[in-house]
Each structure stands twice: as structure tokens, then as C-alpha cells.
């Protein structure tokens, strides 16, 4: 072979190799693009489009919880546009919507056991169907089946003046045994109405913690007050709270509520300016407030 053959091979392989050297550098550096962004994406924290929320509100001698996700407006035609009429919805976005009861409950006369239910609707121009259902992962009109079915309960529409943007669902006018839970969206509030057996559990408790020697005279006597239950018993029981309790300005009141709804108005004036007196000396404005209203009522 001649010198200038063998310096041409040289410079050629010289070449080949740099080559090879440059496509290495080349695929390194788009390899560390591609994970240098693919990274980034999954790193990339954004806001819900339909924010899921969870709603536990105590009630009765337990609680209920709902769990929903809140889709917004955004321009868009709600009611009988995004959500057709007369046909089931999953009352939300995204996951099923769940209710769970810590204590068995009564929706439309149907008795419903302690657990985690589907919350359903069928929306209407006029009324709603609320569904109550034993399947609680129904998240699409085509899973629905009515044999799932708990309770039904036809519900008003309310037209509300202003607008919701975000559909919202609340648990209102609670009492120690119902409730109502109300789904707002747009300019349409419906509600229905769910009961437990606080009362007959509560009376049972009285009775049963009444032949024990600590006896909770005041819860029992406000108890007694609130349902409309024995209000003679309840005045019994109240006295017998004050006997060790006498600088208690918010027995007092109690006292005071319980004469009025007896009748015994002179009893009631008493009683309302002893927790009026006694509020003033604790330092207790607000109880102050509440007396001097109830006796400007009398």
C-alpha cells in the first residue's frame, strides 16, 4: 500500500469516528430533552376542573357525609342543556356521588340501613326524582339499574334569583331528627328530607341514665324543651340542675323558656332577670343580650 492510500484511510476513519462521537452527543442530548420534559409534565400540578369536595355534617345521634365532585358553569347552558331533562344524572362530575348514613335513616317513608349509598337524580323542568341507591359506583346513565334502588322521592324546583355557579349540594334546617339536604345549580334549588330515630333513642337514654346516680338533669330538662316532650318534668328536672348549680345564668334561662311555654308568666320574668343579673356579674354579654330580648318579648 502507498503512503497516500494509507494517509486517505487514516483521515477517513479519523472522520467515521467523529462521526460517531457527534451522533452519540446528538442522541444524549435529545434524550435528556425527552425526559427532561417528559418529567416536567408529570410533575405539572393543575387545578381540578370539577373540584371534588366532602360534606360531613353531625346529625341526630351520628352523621352524614357526601362526597361529589362540584363542576362550575362557564358559560354554558346547565338545566336541560349540559344536564338533560328526564334522564339520569350522576349528580355531579367525574367519581359517583355517595351518601353515608352513621345511623339508620327514613328517606320517602323508605327505611334505609346504616351505610354508603349512590345519590342520583332524574332533573325536570318542574320536579326532580331523587335516587337513593344501594349502588354507590354509578358514575355513568348506562351503569344506573332501578332494581339498585333504596328510595325515590319526587322533589320541587325552587328558581333561585341568583345565579350558582358551582353545583353544590348542603345539609340545612336540622333538627334533632331531620334534616333536609338541598342540590343547588344554576338558578335551581331542590331539596327532600331525610328523618332518623333520634327521639326514640334519646328518651330510651333518659330513661335508662335517670335510675343512675349522676343524674343529667339539665340535658334532659333542654331535651325535654327542644321536642315538646313533658314540659312539667321538664321544669322538675331544671330546678334540680339549679339546686347545684345556682350561678348557672343559662339554667336560668331554660327555666325562664319553660314557665312561658306553661304559661306562667310571671314565673318566666323571674327567671330570665335572675340569668339576666347573673350573665351581667360573669361577664357574659351574650347571655346578657338573650335575656333582656326574651324579656322585652314577655
Not at 314540659?231 to 330546678?239: C, I, R, S
Not at 314557665?259 to 323571674?270: R, V
Request: proline share 3%; with cysteine.
Amino acid at each position: 500500500m502507498c503512503i497516500t492510500t494509507y494517509f486517505n484511510l487514516c483521515l477517513l476513519f479519523d472522520i467515521f469516528t467523529q462521526n460517531i462521537k457527534n451522533m452519540k452527543k446528538i442522541f444524549l442530548v435529545a434524550t435528556a430533552f425527552v425526559l427532561f420534559n417528559s418529567a416536567d409534565a408529570q410533575n405539572l400540578n393543575s387545578p381540578q376542573a370539577s373540584p371534588t369536595t366532602t360534606v360531613k355534617q353531625n346529625f341526630g345521634m351520628g352523621s352524614i357525609e357526601l362526597s361529589y365532585s362540584r363542576p362550575g358553569i362557564k358559560g354554558r347552558k346547565i338545566m336541560g342543556g349540559l344536564v338533560p331533562f328526564n334522564k339520569v344524572w350522576r349528580t355531579g362530575a367525574n367519581s359517583a356521588t355517595t351518601i353515608t348514613f352513621s345511623d339508620d335513616v327514613n328517606i320517602g317513608g323508605k327505611d334505609l340501613k346504616a351505610g354508603k349509598y349512590g345519590l342520583l337524580t332524574i332533573p325536570g323542568e318542574k320536579k326532580w326524582t331523587i335516587i337513593i341507591s344501594n349502588d354507590a359506583t354509578v358514575n355513568q346513565p348506562s351503569d344506573y339499574k332501578q332494581e339498585n334502588d333504596a328510595a325515590r322521592v319526587e322533589a320541587d324546583v325552587v328558581p333561585l334569583s341568583f345565579t350558582i355557579e358551582n353545583f353544590t349540594i348542603g345539609i340545612s334546617d336540622l333538627t334533632s331528627n331531620s334534616c333536609k339536604v338541598g342540590l343547588m345549580w344554576e338558578n335551581t334549588y331542590v331539596s327532600f328530607d331525610v328523618t332518623t330515630g333520634t327521639d326514640k333513642k334519646m328518651m330510651a337514654e333518659i330513661d335508662k341514665i335517670m335510675n343512675k346516680d349522676n343524674k343529667p338533669y339539665y340535658a334532659a330538662a333542654a331535651y325535654y324543651y327542644d321536642n315538646d316532650k313533658d314540659l312539667n318534668q321538664a321544669l322538675t328536672w331544671v330546678n334540680k340542675a339549679l339546686e347545684t348549680n345556682k350561678e348557672a345564668f343559662w339554667m336560668y334561662m331554660l327555666k325562664a323558656r319553660v314557665h312561658k311555654k306553661l304559661g306562667d308568666k310571671a314565673a318566666s320574668k323571674t327567671a330570665a332577670t335572675t340569668c339576666k343579673d347573673l350573665a351581667a356579674k360573669a361577664k357574659n354579654d351574650d347571655y346578657v343580650k338573650i335575656a333582656s330580648d326574651f324579656l322585652a318579648g314577655l
